[in-house]
């Protein structure tokens, strides 16, 4: 019927949503784990903490543009089929944009180590 398969849909965007979540969790817990070799209690807490905020942050933002761009019919109480695509495309968009200059930034950290810094002086 259409109400399951509205609720298919949301439970998709849901996911997609937490698989978000999920993935900068991951890429955060990576990067912390890396630096906790090299600092202190203090300037982990610090880290974990900047991590955090910087996280819900995104998520955030993430969550308002979506939702200021797709939710568009406040008459009804149950989400549209085309509310639903609209926020599906709009989190797979900001996760290829993120996944895209993580790895632009990714290749410029790898030509800087290369070089050595060998231009600078």
Do not use: H, P
């Amino acid at each position: 019927s259409d109400m399951e398969m509205r609720t298919t849909n949301q439970k998709s965007t849901f996911s997609s949503v937490w698989e978000v979540q999920e993935e900068c969790w991951c890429r955060c817990l990576c990067y912390i784990s890396a630096m906790a070799g090299i600092m202190s209690a203090d300037q982990q807490s610090d880290m974990e903490m900047r991590t955090m905020k910087d996280f819900l942050n995104t998520y955030n933002r993430l969550s308002e543009q979506c939702f200021n761009a797709c939710s568009t019919d406040f008459t009804t109480r149950s989400v549209t089929k085309t509310e639903t695509q609209c926020v599906t495309y709009c989190v797979d968009k900001f996760l290829k944009m993120t996944q895209r200059i993580s790895q632009r930034l990714q290749e410029y950290q790898q030509l800087q180590a290369e070089s050595g810094g060998a231009g600078s002086s």
